[in-house]
């Protein structure tokens, strides 16, 4: 399996800083867009849908970490707590705008919407969801919480499953760029559910089989 | 974006001397020529005058460059900008527009003699379902002054309206994930479509109409929401009974065929309670205004629903 050339282990660190800088750099740019008239004619929306779209990106790639890890062989699992709490952060921000730049701290439409618009209620669902992902978030909480860790985390699943549907139903019509979102968090999960026969089949190939999970992958994951 | 291609025009639309002789015909056809260069880049409507008309508004005008560059016209794309980046390659000229079904002289009307009509300056505020506003000032005429001329039978109880269908040069009809079956269609009553508000519109902002706001003609039906205002329209069609509409066909459930601007009527995924008026307040400022009834045209319009459930009747 080609891999890419493995990082200085001193860098570690300093990659996900930059990656967190990197991660919310759409953020920054799409206010600064708003703030200088580049947003267009509608610019809270756009704002607003943009935040959105980047929120479900980065759980899209929070998700992908895994399976770059079992068929490409590329460990970087170091980046996912980073990648998922870039995803918490657009969320909440998308939220942060739609209650206050659009809704104008009307606190009644937000709730009537969470209470009757089935999108927004899902929406809104995933967004209380992350919280106690991001949370529990640092080492602490995952020597304390062992098994049970791993079990709160899984939450991400039905949390991209929401996020998509959010999108879809958001959407007067699914288009190419909404499909290919929805498209890649469906691969994803599914990829999910086949993960312990796809790895039976490969170790049952590749005889003297190298682990490609490592032991260190499975403390941190 | 495309280089600048001179559009082709062959003999037989060259103006004929009968026609540039009289004035009022030489208006017109200024204007169809105007569009034939406009069809090269939307920047380019051409001028176009219109008598004022009674029709105004004490309330801002949208600016031209939003009105212009923010649309839904999915043919050419589903994104806002979409229309205005896409549509450099449409031609609106030549034109015509078949008016048939139950009618006594159905008639195909040349954009020329569209053109000659009596155009009429007309301010018009436009809700989109979607919850955003614009103030235009369209050049137009009322759609009865065409319906008039086709006779409709007594039988003829809906008018039907057709959107062109021409994938070479509206790149949303073409490819995969196209977001809406085409041709687009929209329908009214026909006591709606009669009504004096409802108009046939040519221009906007003293010009032709742009292509990413439907040229070089659309409907303007200003009690509706936006997307019973069909734009580039082919055919209408005189029909017994209530013709399908497009979004109505896409989810019943959201759209419905009065599509009456309503406040008191949400739809199901969000609030119709308010608005935001496009080009107005910025990032922060942005203020959402109470949607009115009929979107205003209450007096004007309400009566045609006398004793309809405007409830079951979205």
Same mark, same amino acid.
């Given at each position: 399996?080609?891999?890419?050339?493995?990082?200085?282990?001193?860098?570690?660190?300093?990659?996900?800083?930059?990656?967190?800088?990197?991660?919310?750099?759409?953020?920054?740019?799409?206010?600064?867009?708003?703030?200088?008239?580049?947003?267009?004619?509608?610019?809270?929306?756009?704002?607003?849908?943009?935040?959105?779209?980047?929120?479900?990106?980065?759980?899209?790639?929070?998700?992908?970490?895994?399976?770059?890890?079992?068929?490409?062989?590329?460990?970087?699992?170091?980046?996912?707590?980073?990648?998922?709490?870039?995803?918490?952060?657009?969320?909440?921000?998308?939220?942060?705008?739609?209650?206050?730049?659009?809704?104008?701290?009307?606190?009644?439409?937000?709730?009537?919407?969470?209470?009757?618009?089935?999108?927004?209620?899902?929406?809104?669902?995933?967004?209380?969801?992350?919280?106690?992902?991001?949370?529990?978030?640092?080492?602490?909480?995952?020597?304390?919480?062992?098994?049970?860790?791993?079990?709160?985390?899984?939450?991400?699943?039905?949390?991209?499953?929401?996020?998509?549907?959010?999108?879809?139903?958001?959407?007067?019509?699914?288009?190419?760029?909404?499909?290919?979102?929805?498209?890649?968090?469906?691969?994803?999960?599914?990829?999910?559910?086949?993960?312990?026969?796809?790895?039976?089949?490969?170790?049952?190939?590749?005889?003297?089989?190298?682990?490609?999970?490592?032991?260190?992958?499975?403390?941190?994951? | 974006?495309?280089?600048?291609?001179?559009?082709?025009?062959?003999?037989?639309?060259?103006?004929?001397?009968?026609?540039?002789?009289?004035?009022?015909?030489?208006?017109?056809?200024?204007?169809?020529?105007?569009?034939?260069?406009?069809?090269?880049?939307?920047?380019?409507?051409?001028?176009?005058?219109?008598?004022?008309?009674?029709?105004?508004?004490?309330?801002?005008?949208?600016?031209?460059?939003?009105?212009?560059?923010?649309?839904?016209?999915?043919?050419?794309?589903?994104?806002?900008?979409?229309?205005?980046?896409?549509?450099?390659?449409?031609?609106?000229?030549?034109?015509?527009?078949?008016?048939?079904?139950?009618?006594?002289?159905?008639?195909?009307?040349?954009?020329?003699?569209?053109?000659?009509?009596?155009?009429?300056?007309?301010?018009?505020?436009?809700?989109?379902?979607?919850?955003?506003?614009?103030?235009?000032?369209?050049?137009?005429?009322?759609?009865?002054?065409?319906?008039?001329?086709?006779?409709?039978?007594?039988?003829?109880?809906?008018?039907?309206?057709?959107?062109?269908?021409?994938? +070479?040069?509206?790149? #949303?009809?073409? $490819? /995969? =994930?196209?977001?809406?079956?085409? &041709?687009?269609?929209?329908?009214?009553?026909?006591?709606?479509?009669?009504?004096?508000?409802?108009?046939?519109?040519?221009?906007?902002?003293?010009?032709?109409?742009?292509?990413?706001?439907?040229?070089?003609?659309?409907?303007?039906?200003?009690?509706?929401?936006?997307?019973?205002?069909?734009?580039?329209?082919?055919?209408?069609?005189?029909?017994?009974?209530?013709?399908?509409?497009?979004?109505?066909?896409?989810?019943?459930?959201?759209?419905?065929?009065?599509?009456?601007?309503?406040?008191?009527?949400?739809?199901?995924?969000?609030?119709?309670?308010? +608005?935001?008026?496009? #080009?107005?307040? $910025? /990032? =922060?400022?942005?203020?959402?205004? &109470?949607?009115?009834?009929?979107?205003?045209?209450?007096?004007?319009?309400?009566?045609?629903?006398?004793?309809?459930?405007?409830?079951?009747?979205?």
């Amino acid at each position: 399996m080609a891999s890419i050339p493995a990082l200085p282990r001193r860098y570690h660190k300093a990659s996900v800083w930059a990656l967190y800088v990197i991660g919310l750099a759409p953020a920054v740019w799409y206010f600064y867009l708003g703030l200088t008239g580049g947003l267009g004619f509608n610019p809270v929306k756009e704002f607003e849908h943009q935040l959105g779209i980047w929120a479900l990106r980065f759980i899209i790639a929070t998700l992908a970490i895994t399976p770059l890890r079992d068929l490409a062989g590329i460990n970087w699992v170091r980046y996912r707590r980073a990648l998922g709490l870039i995803a918490f952060y657009y969320v909440a921000l998308h939220f942060s705008v739609y209650v206050s730049l659009d809704l104008r701290f009307n606190f009644g439409a937000v709730g009537g919407d969470i209470a009757k618009r089935p999108y927004i209620t899902i929406g809104f669902a995933c967004l209380l969801m992350l919280i106690p992902l991001a949370v529990t978030s640092n080492n602490w909480s995952i020597r304390k919480l062992a098994q049970g860790w791993n079990r709160l985390h899984r939450l991400i699943y039905l949390i991209a499953a929401g996020g998509a549907l959010h999108y879809v139903l958001a959407v007067k019509s699914v288009t190419l760029v909404p499909f290919i979102h929805i498209a890649l968090i469906a691969l994803l999960l599914v990829y999910r559910s086949l993960r312990r026969p796809i790895l039976n089949w490969r170790r049952g190939n590749n005889k003297p089989a190298k682990p490609v999970v490592s032991q260190r992958a499975r403390q941190n994951g | 974006m495309s280089a600048y291609r001179p559009p082709h025009i062959p003999a037989s639309e060259i103006t004929p001397r009968d026609i540039y002789m009289s004035r009022r015909n030489f208006m017109g056809a200024a204007a169809v020529a105007g569009l034939a260069f406009a069809g090269a880049d939307t920047a380019f409507a051409a001028p176009l005058t219109a008598n004022p008309s009674a029709y105004k508004l004490d309330e801002k005008l949208t600016p031209k460059e939003a009105v212009t560059t923010y649309n839904n016209f999915y043919e050419f794309g589903v994104n806002k900008d979409d229309p205005a980046a896409n549509s450099g390659d449409f031609k609106p000229t030549p034109w015509s527009v078949k008016v048939d079904g139950m009618v006594g002289k159905p008639k195909e009307f040349g954009l020329e003699e569209l053109m000659k009509m009596n155009l009429e300056e007309r301010t018009y505020r436009m809700r989109c379902v979607e919850g955003w506003s614009m103030v235009i000032p369209w050049i137009g005429f009322p759609l009865s002054a065409i319906l008039d001329q086709v006779e409709p039978l007594g039988s003829a109880k809906y008018v039907s309206f057709e959107t062109v269908v021409r994938p +070479e040069e509206m790149p #949303g009809q073409k $490819g /995969f =994930f196209q977001p809406l079956p085409w &041709p687009y269609i929209e329908g009214l009553r026909l006591d709606e479509a009669r009504h004096p508000l409802a108009i046939l519109a040519v221009g906007l902002y003293g010009e032709t109409l742009p292509n990413p706001n439907g040229a070089p003609i659309r409907l303007v039906v200003p009690w509706k929401y936006g997307f019973k205002s069909i734009k580039s329209i082919v055919r209408i069609s005189l029909v017994e009974k209530q013709p399908e509409t497009t979004w109505k066909n896409a989810n019943a459930r959201e759209y419905g065929f009065y599509s009456n601007v309503n406040p008191a009527v949400d739809h199901p995924r969000w609030s119709q309670a308010t +608005e935001q008026r496009i #080009g107005e307040g $910025g /990032f =922060f400022g942005a203020n959402r205004r &109470p949607t009115l009834p009929f979107n205003g045209y209450a007096d004007q319009v309400a009566s045609l629903y006398d004793g309809l459930d405007l409830k079951a009747n979205y």
